[in-house]
């Protein structure tokens, strides 16, 4: 294929897809030098890869704000004049973008991996492949069908000293700077919550070595959880609730200073696994060898529930989650204090 001057990525999404969209990014800049990138996103994901040194320009799309704001994407789009377009999102929203760029290229999934009917709105397809791979090197893929080596996933998040001092601020005076594990305890899907009683319990299994201090995150969504786990675990100033008190980039500031982090299927989880921090995902319906920390997928904690993954965004009784003891993940945080 004839190297464009200028790609565009379409990738509006969560913010973990976005996060397990940079191997494919930086995979590109190392491979294509000469080419302009473009990104499309949505505000939500966009702080958290703002500064990115492999894309030279966001193309940042407001979800929400009606036609205007969709024609106002759409012109910036036009305005950049893509030679190559790439839809990872693979839905009707994305193939409006993609569709409508006035570019002649279109790349996409497979049909059987697209959703949507976004397969209709691609005319270059990369090949069929498993789709239960995990998603960045799935994206990853994108790359090869380029003529391109890929090499290991390289996340690059533009998280650095800036970041870092922001978490020290909102961190209360005189806690401690190493030792501390967050707790991650929302999830978009509420399907991929761990309970609340276990959460607590984990906290206090990790104040009670008397070393550590525990940090609670999540979004705005999550204070009544934050709250309840703050109350039933007795840590006194070792345990700060930051739910729904941080920024993309002040929670990304937080688990790069971290000695560990534990979350369920969300954004945050795959933010800490691509800045190293020692993540530990727990899994109940969503499947982790699609979806789990790629550079910790040998820490995640299930139950072995035979219903699991089903990947429902919602359950009545998710017995997947409610069977995982504290004490299990307890054990992959602390490896050398298994019981």
């Known amino acids: 294929m004839e190297i464009p001057r200028r790609i565009l990525i379409v990738k509006l999404g969560s913010i973990g897809d976005v996060v397990n969209t940079l191997p494919l990014v930086n995979a590109l800049r190392d ?6 990138i473009a990104w499309v996103i949505e505000p939500k994901s966009f702080p958290i890869v703002e500064g990115q040194r492999s894309v030279d320009r966001f193309i940042v799309h407001r979800r929400g704000g009606g036609r205007r704001a969709a024609r106002a994407a759409l012109g910036e789009i036009r305005e950049f004049r893509p030679g190559l377009v790439i839809d990872l999102q693979r839905i ?8 409508l760029s006035g570019c002649r290229r279109r790349l996409g ?43 290991p996933a390289r996340f690059d998040l533009p998280v650095g000293e800036k970041e870092r001092a922001e978490a020290r601020k909102l961190l209360p005076e005189g806690f401690p700077e190493k030792g501390f594990v967050v707790l991650n305890v929302g999830a978009a899907k509420p399907a991929n919550r761990w309970p609340a009683p ?22 705005g969504e999550d204070r009544d959880r934050g709250r309840e786990i703050a109350a039933r675990a007795s840590g006194g100033e070792r345990l700060f609730d930051s739910t729904g008190k941080t920024s993309l980039k002040q929670l990304a500031g937080i688990l790069s200073l971290a000695r560990a982090a534990v979350s369920g299927d969300s954004g945050p989880m795959h933010i800490a696994s691509a800045l190293g921090t ?14 789990g920390p790629l550079n910790h997928l040998d820490l995640v904690v299930r139950s072995g529930a035979d219903c699991a993954p089903c990947g429902r965004r919602t359950c009545p009784r998710p017995r997947c989650l409610e ?6 993940v307890r054990e992959r945080i602390f490896p050398a204090e298994r019981d």
């Open 323 to 328: 069977e995982i003891r504290a004490e299990a």
């Open 92 to 99: 009707l929203r994305s193939s409006f973008f993609t569709r």
């Open 109 to 151: 999934f497979d049909r059987k991996r697209a959703k949507e009917f976004s397969w209709l709105f691609t005319n270059l397809k990369i090949p069929p492949a498993d789709p239960g791979r995990p998603m960045a090197l799935q994206y990853l893929e994108f790359a090869g069908f380029l003529g391109l080596e890929a090499g």
């Open 198 to 219: 276990r959460w607590a319990e984990l906290a206090q299994l990790i104040l009670n070595r008397g070393e550590e201090a525990v940090v609670l995150t999540g979004g």
């Open 278 to 291: 020692r993540t530990v995902g727990i899994f109940g319906p969503a499947d982790p060898n699609r979806t």
């Open 31 to 36: 491979g294509l030098p000469g080419p302009e």
